[in-house]
């Protein structure tokens, strides 16, 4: 499996699209405001959780606009998502934990009594654990993966990405980024009589995938396995990307606007960064889905497999622009956030 | 060079201390709680740099406590930033920006502005830009590293750390820890005649080494190359771990306490997180030595050379108390963050 992590190595270190580099070097944040509009990806209202907390001090509008993982990820979690919002289930509850460098969470603060926890919507399906991580099949090796999910560049070599935590080196795996979402890729071996081999009879890769920790996804709250978390206890990632949680903890999508409106949240003086006193919490005034939500703007993501992210993407790993003298070399699947932005 | 990396990745996955593991598989948090006093190191009061910020809207006070990088690293810009203090430069002046998921910067807000900018003291000296790397020598191969500073495990493969952007096999690094600090770490051949060599002719290691860009690091401010800051302008990241700054910026130490005093802040609505307003900024009402603040608690850091730490480093890299369903295998260097807490 030597040869395994070496091959991946060397695609982390390529440079992307180098063949048809621009003449001028340009900051990553030039290279998506050039992007064709045809390398932009819309998103579905419909794929959309509106969560608007109290204004602020001020009288200052807080909106948080989540995406949704689309399939084949964390379905079940997902669908639990939408019956909840269609219920209205957040609405006048808070956020109630924001921890500094890891996590805020929102839900019911009485959520573990029994006799005050705010009623469950109908319907709320329970999700096993084997459904952290999605199994994948891409394009037989050599093609041009038009099928998707295809596997974009680049292809990361990731730490944490492994089949066994004793050995790194039996099948290391990668992260990059498909249908516009950070993931992680560790190809699985699917033939029982060739050990060495990475495609199945037919020549395609399977490959295990799952959505990562970085910063702004969306994860779901749990209690103590084999609990794997309803859906209506929500957290998002304020700090340095809790890896560790991967594929212990369902993700679920990501906050694409108005994170701000909880990262800056006073921090919790309690254990977890709960805070003390119930008047400390942020009030939830409602959660809906995008659609729901009259006067939304239309948002749209920068395509993973397109050729502006490859170039975005190598330009987050190599910084050419005026202000650096030295490119790292490299980047972590979350030191790239995928861009999104606003339909103008 | 091959080997080398082979080498290291193997180093990254070996679970740390497998011979005497506790019975009982703790938090890392717990690690920390039960390691003997002689594992931890007292930092000096006199490396210590208090920031007062102006109390909040509810008049809690707001201190920032960072502690200073010790030598060999960033030795210029540390003497820089204790004249700065000892000449009382930063009172009354204020945090600027505010970037989400990057950075708090403070200083002077006119310091662009000749007429306006706050005079810096005499004697601060410029610093070269080949300061951002310092070369250590490690112990001999194999020898137990009783000398300072050593390396202390684990050492984790990478990304960010390689000789040149465009091959991360050709002196692929590792990260690590050493005198109480998050370390990149790349061998260098300091043979001419023997290029597979990765020790001089002594058996000793050399190895240039950078401390890197986790959250709450403190980095200096500065204008283009070949500008590299006086240390005036100073910030501290508050996101995810901005590796691309590592060699291109000084890191001149960590926030070891107050620091969501920073992080809460709102967020700056100009480019790059500035604030719009001179009334949004927030005052500094002084920054002083930690030696001339008194009634200042003594702090300590958990050594990066103890048995407690490689036990703390695995358990951060291998989660296997109760909440946790699979440990992850790996850690990269800032999602190990190291334990710092007041003396008793």
């Not at 606009?65 to 919002?85: D, E, H, T």
């Not at 977890?272 to 659609?291: C, D, P, Q, V």
Request: a neutral charge; hydrophobic letters at 40%; proline letters at 8%.
């Amino acid at each position: 499996m030597h040869k395994t992590l070496t091959a991946l190595a060397v695609l982390a270190a390529a440079p992307l699209g180098a063949e048809d580099k621009p003449a001028a070097p340009l900051a990553p944040s030039e290279i998506v405001a050039a992007a064709p509009k045809a390398d932009w990806s819309a998103i579905a209202a419909t794929d959309l959780l509106v969560m608007d907390l109290a204004p602020d001090a001020k009288g200052k509008p807080r909106r948080v606009v989540i995406q949704l993982m689309p399939p084949p990820f964390s379905q079940g979690w997902v669908g639990n998502i939408r019956k909840l919002a269609a219920a209205r289930f957040w609405d006048g509850l808070s956020v109630n934990r924001v921890q500094d460098n890891y996590v805020v969470q929102w839900g019911d603060a009485d959520g573990d009594d029994k006799v005050k926890a705010r009623k469950l919507p109908a319907g709320l399906v329970t999700v096993p654990e084997s459904e952290y991580v999605t199994s994948i099949v891409a394009a037989p090796v050599g093609a041009t993966p038009k099928t998707k999910p295809a596997l974009a560049n680049p292809q990361i070599f990731d730490i944490y990405v492994s089949q066994d935590g004793s050995d790194l080196l039996r099948g290391a795996g990668t992260s990059g980024f498909s249908m516009g979402w950070p993931l992680a890729l560790l190809p699985v071996n699917p033939r029982k009589d060739n050990e060495d081999s990475d495609t199945d009879v037919t020549g395609r890769q399977v490959i295990a995938s799952w959505p990562v920790h970085c910063y702004g996804m969306v994860g779901v709250g749990r209690n103590l396995s084999p609990d794997t978390g309803s859906g209506a206890e929500l957290y998002t990632v304020i700090g340095h990307a809790p890896r560790h949680l991967d594929r212990n903890i369902a993700v679920v999508g990501r906050v694409i606007e108005g994170i701000e409106h909880l990262s800056s949240l006073p921090r919790g003086t309690e254990a977890l960064g709960f805070y003390k006193a119930a008047k400390e919490r942020t009030k939830i005034r409602s959660a809906r889905m995008g659609n729901e939500v009259s006067g939304l703007p239309a948002y749209e993501f920068l395509s993973t497999e397109s050729e502006s992210f490859a170039r975005y993407a190598d330009a987050r790993a190599n910084r050419r622009d005026a202000f650096f003298i030295r490119p790292a070399g490299g980047a972590d699947v979350c030191n790239i956030p995928v861009p999104v932005r606003r339909v103008k």
